[in-house]
Structures are given as structure tokens and as C-alpha cells.
């Protein structure tokens, strides 16, 4: 079946350091991925998607690239900042069907 | 993009009472909506597929006597808690599903999430 696969949190950085969220995937077909992140108190926002293989999805400096050989979906950002800290859910949609998501990894970046 | 609206935002209510909650696709329509439950410090569980003119489909273990579903428009779907009790105190996030017509002769299928109904019951 579909499941995505994170890195445990939480995640601890101080401000302007580099980031990287692993997330790895098993899906059949060609699913879309994306990275969601979640504030506190909040609901999901969509923080970028790439909906074929060797897709870049990009916004507010995160990054992530669809790697169909390594079945991988890994989040990064170069410089953090304090108001990045929340939770950032890695997940896929294969259409029609339900998304599936990782299991979330909450991020904390320090001043 | 595509916007989808919950409400409320936020519930309280005393044991025993039915809440219920709306999931909007303000400019689109869904005939296809999900709705999910999310613990805190957990991810979403998807709790059932709400489709429009028909029953909505439960994952294992969600009671749907006690999650009513109903997806009367395609534009509306509701949640409605029967009898709550503490323990239903959660996250309840919905998501629309969008399915068009894209550039070039092809077509998009996207999911919309609204932003979450925080239910807490005394």
C-alpha cells in the first residue's frame, strides 16, 4: 500500500542555520507529493508540491525535489527562521483516493 | 487557488450534546470531500470519503453512527459529533477534492484543506 516515511522530530535549530526534513515515499503509480506545514493552534497549509518526477516545488525559501529513483521528497530551507518553527507534514495523493501523510515532524528554530 | 472554509472555527460543548460542523469549497465544486481527525502532537487520520448524493465511506475503526456524515451539495459537506463525550475532543480538519480542466486539454485533481475545527467537549 501507499505510506510516507519522516524523519523523527523534533527538529532543534538556531536561527539562519540550514535545514532538511527527510521524507521517503512507497506508492503504486505516479502520486503527487507535497509538504504541508502546520502552526500552532492552526490548520494545514500548503507549503509546496511537484507532481512528476524530477518536479522542484519551491515557496518562502523551502525546497523540495521529487526523486522517483530514491522514492524521496526531502524538504530543505538554506537560512531558517525563528517564525519557521511548526509542524511540516511530508504526504502523497495518488487522485481520486485520500492523502496520505507522514507522521509530521515538528520543527523548532531557536533564536 | 482553490479556498475551503470550516465552520466553526472552534466548539465547546457538555458531554451528551451533538456538534456540527461545515466543509465549504467556496469556488469550486467537490464531489468529493474527506474528513480527518488529528490528536495532538499526531498526524491526520482520515476518517471517512463524504460523496455528494451518496454514503459516505467510514475507515476501519470510525464509528459512523456516531460521525454523521452528509454531503448534501457540492459545495457542503458536514460532520456531525452525535453524543460527545471528552474523549471526541480533537482537531477535525476537511479537505475538498478538485477535479477540472487544466492547459492544454488536460485535466487537474487537487486536494483543499480547511482550516480545522477545534472541538472541545467538557
Known amino acids: 500500500g501507499n505510506s510516507v516515511t519522516q524523519m523523527e522530530g523534533p527538529v532543534t535549530l538556531s536561527e539562519e542555520a540550514f535545514l532538511t526534513i527527510n521524507c521517503t515515499y512507497t506508492?503504486?503509480?505516479?502520486?503527487?507529493l507535497f509538504w504541508y506545514v502546520q502552526y500552532p493552534g492552526e490548520g494545514l497549509q500548503l507549503l509546496l508540491k511537484?507532481?512528476?518526477?524530477?518536479d522542484k516545488g519551491s515557496n518562502k525559501g523551502f525546497e523540495a525535489t521529487y526523486r522517483k529513483e530514491t522514492t524521496s521528497f526531502h524538504l530543505e530551507k538554506g537560512s531558517v527562521q525563528v517564525s519557521d518553527s511548526a509542524v511540516y507534514f511530508c504526504?502523497?495523493?495518488?487522485?481520486?483516493?485520500?492523502?496520505?501523510f507522514g507522521a509530521g515532524t515538528r520543527l523548532f528554530v531557536k533564536a | 487557488g482553490a479556498v475551503v472554509s470550516q465552520h466553526p472555527s472552534w466548539v465547546i460543548c457538555k458531554s451528551g450534546t451533538s456538534v456540527k460542523i461545515e466543509c465549504r469549497s467556496l469556488?469550486?465544486?467537490?464531489?468529493?470531500m474527506f474528513w480527518y481527525r488529528q490528536f495532538p502532537k499526531q498526524s491526520l487520520m482520515l476518517m471517512a470519503t463524504s460523496n455528494e448524493g451518496s454514503k459516505a465511506t467510514y475507515e476501519q475503526g470510525v464509528e459512523k453512527d456516531k460521525f454523521l456524515i452528509n454531503h448534501a451539495s457540492l459545495t457542503l459537506s458536514t460532520l456531525t459529533v452525535t453524543s460527545a463525550h471528552p474523549e471526541d475532543s480533537s482537531f477535525y480538519i476537511c479537505?475538498?477534492?478538485?477535479?477540472?480542466?487544466?492547459?492544454?486539454?488536460?485535466?487537474?485533481?487537487?486536494?483543499?484543506f480547511g482550516p480545522g475545527t477545534r472541538l472541545t467537549v467538557l
Open positions: 504526504a502523497l495523493y495518488t487522485g481520486g483516493f485520500k492523502t496520505i
Open positions: 511537484a507532481t512528476k518526477a524530477d
Open positions: 479537505s475538498a477534492r478538485d477535479v477540472g480542466l487544466a492547459g492544454g486539454g488536460g485535466s487537474t485533481d487537487t486536494q483543499y
Open positions: 506508492a503504486t503509480g505516479y502520486p503527487s
Open positions: 469556488d469550486f465544486q467537490a464531489t468529493t
